[in-house]
């Protein structure tokens, strides 16, 4: 069958934040590299997670293929979010957006993507949040969107050992 675009949107007030880190657990399922580029409109067929201040023009904060340290094991990531804001031109505002994003021919467990735990916290713990998101109510809450292209497959699912708790989201 053809490839599916799997984007996970949140939708995040940011405005007025001067200090903001993303952190995030990631798995993959014997998944093929699909790079993403350093910025695109609208969507991208490729694996990574992205920002947008306007949710048209897209910045990659951390690509998710091999030369990016994926694995099949659980692994943490970090995104310094105001330097990834600044170095792409972007403000953080009341709608800022992050995509979670995956581009595959196959579904979990012959290809995919998993993700656990995905934070947005102060380093300096001073900022109006943090957001957590550990997906234990078994469904998306109203900050996220999921969307994508042909057979796309995002799901909050306890199935493939989530990194903590019961589900998370694939």
């Known amino acids: 069958s053809g490839g599916a675009r799997n984007e ?10 001067n200090d903001a880190e993303l ?20 969507g991208s067929d490729g694996d990574g997670v992205a920002i947008s201040e306007d949710g048209v023009t897209w910045h990659k904060v951390q690509g998710l293929v091999a030369a ?14 105001v330097a990834a804001a600044n ?7 009341s709608a800022f957006q992050i995509r979670f994003n995956h581009y595959d021919d196959s ?18 713990d001073d900022a109006a949040f943090p957001f957590f998101e550990d997906f234990e109510s ?10 994508g292209t042909g057979n796309f497959r995002t ?11 019961t589900y998370h989201v694939t």
Request: charge should be negative.
């Open 107 to 124: 579904p979990i467990t012959t290809d995919g993507f998993a993700f656990d735990d995905i934070t947005i916290d102060s380093v300096i």
């Open 155 to 165: 799901q909050v699912t306890s199935s493939h050992a989530p990194y903590a708790g």
């Open 23 to 42: 952190r995030f657990w990631h798995k993959e399922f014997s998944d093929e590299d699909n790079v993403m580029p350093a910025s695109f409109t609208n």
């Open 87 to 93: 170095a792409a031109g972007i403000a953080f505002n």
């Open 138 to 147: 078994g469904e998306l809450s109203k900050s996220w969107t999921s969307t």
């Open 8 to 17: 996970l949107t949140l939708f995040v007030d940011l405005s007025g934040q």
């Open 68 to 81: 990016h340290g994926v694995s099949n094991t659980w692994t943490e990531y970090a995104v310094d979010l």
